[in-house]
């Protein structure tokens, strides 16, 4: 076992190992060389060794005995002896106990003498004071409706903490004013003083363990969603997974919209449209799990340049990505329609309403059903660059007691004339034949050309009393429109009333 040695410092018995001592030793000769011979010399060496002492009691050594590494710490909270300025810019008296300096003390949060942050600490060593009597002022007004409470976490927010030694030294002023009053005294205040700082740092101790629970399941769900999150986006519009959002399920086949930017943009701003919506979406996912991981592990990182440039980037990305949805958007402000009707040459007696080209009949990739209208279904066709839309079907009585078909087709462009124009470029021809209309189950959109909010209905005029006839597909368009099901008859007929078309259980009824 080694040797340790009794010493005195500022009135305090310590124990210190014989290493150690010899360290301190050669240090207390090198401060006493350097202040023998200035005025107040000795008071200032008697004040250095009270603030040695109090730095030994806050440190408490292993097993109560003083180490070099004590020592090594010490010297460097109070510096080398070469590193005091004796120049006359200092002007030195003693006064209470203590020595003040015209250098003024900065306020620190002290990370020597804390509980929770410090606060009282720091403010005790800038008033000179022992911090448990700030701590219990705090305790008392946290009693009045939390108002201790609110004032501290702001003086935690506001006070910066002291993290190196020239701002430990700041924090207490010059060397000159680094002792402070020995609060170690056997006085009764002083025994109540550390009574109440004793429980403090009990109670600190538990609030902290808690505190650390709480960040690091706040931390781990933090990470978990941020990873999840980000996975998904991943996963969802890089591998079009997972197969609920596949074009053979049925529900919001999100995964493929991404794919739908090249039919609504511009073809050359799709690759920075993408990019720029990851970034938007990557970068917060990722900051949240970096979050998480610092409250997990409560480690110390110089990353507030990080933070700034990744808000930045995120900030630039967010308006490059509204400035261009914004100019992109501009080429659907105004809606054009264009109206054509044909009519039937004969009124027939039975109306036959036919399918012509169905959506089984073509080649699909991909299949986008935006949420809320059953209706709204997209196929695209990546070989020939083609859009699908499936049309809807009405049917309403005729006003001059003869059978015709309206289409209507609606665009959107820059102006009502460019939107009208665009209405001539979609491609939807039903044909009449006899007693029959043929139409098929979708419109398409020419390759080259991009979606412009179109649309297409067909509209049937059928005078009252006219059977109508409608096979799967055509009643199924006619259904979506209506928003009405029935189950599927094995007789499609139907006749024409003043209320709409009225279904018939069987055609043996027909009159």
């Excluded at 219990?136 to 946290?142: D, E, K, M, T």
């Excluded at 006085?187 to 505190?211: E, P, Q, Y």
């Excluded at 609504?264 to 970034?279: C, F």
Aim: proline share 3%.
């Amino acid at each position: 076992m080694d040797k340790t040695i009794n010493i005195n410092l500022g009135g305090t018995l310590f124990q210190i190992d014989e290493e150690a001592y010899k360290i301190l030793r050669d240090y207390l000769k090198s401060l006493d060389m350097k202040f023998r011979h200035i005025p107040g010399g000795n008071e200032t060496i008697e004040d250095i060794e009270s603030r040695i002492a109090e730095i030994f009691q806050s440190q408490k050594g292993t097993a109560g005995i003083i180490s070099i590494e004590n020592v090594v710490d010490m010297i460097r909270i109070i510096g080398k002896p070469e590193d005091f300025d004796l120049s006359g810019s200092e002007t030195v008296s003693h006064d209470a106990g203590y020595q003040r300096s015209s250098t003024r003390k900065k306020m620190f949060r002290n990370p020597e003498n804390k509980i929770i942050a410090g606060v009282c600490g720091g403010i005790g060593a800038y008033i000179n004071t022992d911090p448990v009597w700030i701590r219990i002022l705090f305790i008392v007004f946290a009693c009045f409706f939390g108002i201790g409470l609110f004032f501290y976490l702001a003086l935690w927010l506001a006070i910066p903490l002291a993290d190196g030694d020239n701002q430990k030294r700041e924090m207490y002023g010059s060397i000159h004013n680094m002792a402070r009053p020995d609060y170690t005294d056997n006085s009764a205040s002083s025994r109540i003083g550390n009574a109440f700082d004793a429980t403090f740092r009990a109670l600190g101790n538990v609030l902290f363990v808690i505190v650390r629970i709480f960040l690091i399941f706040f931390g781990v769900l933090m990470v978990l969603t941020g990873f999840l999150l980000l996975l998904s986006f991943v996963m969802v519009t890089v591998f079009h997974y997972p197969g609920a959002f596949s074009t053979d399920a049925v529900g919001v086949t999100i995964s493929y919209l991404p794919d739908f930017l090249d039919y609504i943009i511009s073809h050359t701003l799709v690759p920075w449209v993408k990019g720029l919506i990851a970034l938007v979406v990557a970068l917060p996912l990722l900051a949240l799990i970096y979050g998480g991981v610092r409250l997990i592990f409560w480690f110390r990182a110089r990353d507030g340049y990080i933070w700034l440039a990744a808000l930045v980037l995120w900030v630039m990305s967010a308006a490059a990505l509204s400035i261009l949805l914004f100019n992109e958007g501009i080429g659907f402000a105004e809606k054009g329609r264009s109206v054509r009707q044909e009519f039937f040459s004969q009124t027939p007696d039975t109306l036959y309403l036919r399918s012509g080209i169905k959506i089984a009949d073509i080649k699909v990739d991909k299949q986008i059903v935006l949420p809320g209208e059953e209706n709204d279904v997209f196929y695209i066709n990546d070989e020939k660059k083609e859009i699908y839309f499936r049309t809807n079907l009405d049917i309403r009585v005729s006003e001059d007691n003869r059978t015709s078909y309206e289409v209507r087709k609606s665009s959107a462009g820059r102006s009502r004339m460019d939107a009208e124009k665009k209405t001539e470029r979609l491609i939807y021809n039903p044909r009449i034949a006899d007693k029959t209309l043929y139409m098929e189950e979708f419109f398409t959109i020419p390759s080259g050309s991009k979606w412009s909010f179109d649309y297409v209905s067909i509209t049937v005029y059928v005078p009252t009393g006219t059977v109508i006839y409608m096979d799967k597909t055509v009643e199924r368009l006619y259904h979506s429109y209506n928003y009405s099901s029935i189950d599927d008859p094995v007789n499609r007929y139907w006749k024409m009333t003043e209320d709409g078309p009225d279904y018939i259980e069987s055609n043996h009824h027909i009159k």
